[in-house]
Nanobody
């Protein structure tokens, strides 16, 4: 699976942004997907995931503000980011895995989100 993330940019605090991650190469519906982010000087962390079963997970830091969704017909997973904060500034990565349990082993190239105060 090849993943291509897009949609990052510079936004003001309190605004919204939607990231997209387009997948190619395999049937997407059977994969678990996730969004991670890596802030300046920080480790990459899991934000949210959407399993092939329909289950979702959200880290406390984004719960209630971010929403993961997927369109299997378009082989695309989205991250809707609302009420963004300066601390959301990071490189955002989409990821996928074919097997569970296991690591996310397919990664997009990352898209930078910068939130100004």
């Amino acid at each position: 699976v090849q993943l291509q993330a897009s949609g990052g940019g510079l936004v003001q605090a309190g605004s919204s942004l939607r990231l997209s991650c387009a997948a190619s190469g395999q049937t997407f519906s059977s994969y678990d997907t996730a969004w991670f982010r890596q802030g300046p000087g920080k480790e990459r962390k899991l934000l949210t995931s959407s399993w092939s079963t329909g289950s979702t997970y959200y880290a406390d830091s984004v719960k209630g503000r971010f929403t993961i969704s997927r369109d299997n017909a378009k082989n695309t997973v989205y991250l809707q980011m609302n009420s963004v904060k300066p601390e959301d500034t990071a490189v955002y990565y989409c990821a996928a895995r074919a097997a569970r349990p296991g690591d996310y082993n397919y990664w997009g190239q990352g898209t930078l989100v910068t939130v100004s105060s």
